[in-house]
């Protein structure tokens, strides 16, 4: 097997809130991030297939762009991340947005071949998601 991973970049506007709590629980847990604000972001999608004898190649690289770009890119590029439909009720945090954008990729790719999401939100900020549960932020 080898594993390929893509990078590809979005613009979104998002704001920290948990809608069960009131505005100033929010502003208290989020600090200035409860404010509406934007990131340009860089999703990495790591995906793995073994080479094909006739292209020497694991991954379809114009299928896997297609799948990103249709079900994540064209939903969350220059949009309010909680206006997209796919991620109602997801606190848009880098770790859930990992975690959400996997949930959404999973059926766009081919099976089994999709090992990593990262969402990178800023130069500090790096959230890696493998399926499961399993999360760490770098």
């Given at each position: 097997?080898?594993?390929?991973?893509?990078?590809?970049?979005?613009?979104?506007?998002?704001?920290?809130?948990?809608?069960?709590?009131?505005?100033?629980?929010?502003?208290?847990?989020?600090?200035?991030?409860?404010?509406?604000?934007?990131?340009?972001?860089?999703?990495?999608?790591?995906?793995?297939?073994?080479?094909?004898?006739?292209?020497?190649?694991?991954?379809?690289?114009?299928?896997?762009?297609?799948?990103?770009?249709?079900?994540?890119?064209?939903?969350?590029?220059?949009?309010?991340?909680?206006?997209?439909?796919?991620?109602?009720?997801?606190?848009?945090?880098?770790?859930?947005?990992?975690?959400?954008?996997?949930?959404?990729?999973?059926?766009?790719?081919?099976?089994?071949?999709?090992?990593?999401?990262?969402?990178?939100?800023?130069?500090?900020?790096?959230?890696?998601?493998e399926g499961g549960e399993r999360?760490?932020?770098?």
């Amino acid at each position: 097997m080898v594993e390929l991973t893509r990078v590809y970049h979005f613009s979104a506007a998002h704001q920290l809130r948990n809608l069960s709590l009131s505005p100033e629980q929010n502003a208290a847990l989020y600090g200035d991030c409860h404010r509406p604000h934007g990131h340009n972001y860089y999703l990495e999608v790591t995906v793995a297939g073994r080479p094909d004898p006739v292209t020497g190649m694991a991954v379809d690289l114009t299928r896997l762009d297609r799948a990103v770009s249709g079900a994540v890119l064209a939903e969350v590029d220059h949009h309010a991340l909680e206006e997209v439909p796919a991620l109602r009720g997801v606190i848009t945090a880098g770790e859930s947005l990992a975690r959400a954008f996997w949930r959404i990729l999973v059926p766009a790719l081919p099976a089994g071949s999709l090992r990593r999401v990262t969402v990178v939100e800023t130069a500090k900020n790096r959230f890696d998601y493998e399926g499961g549960e399993r999360c760490s932020k770098s």
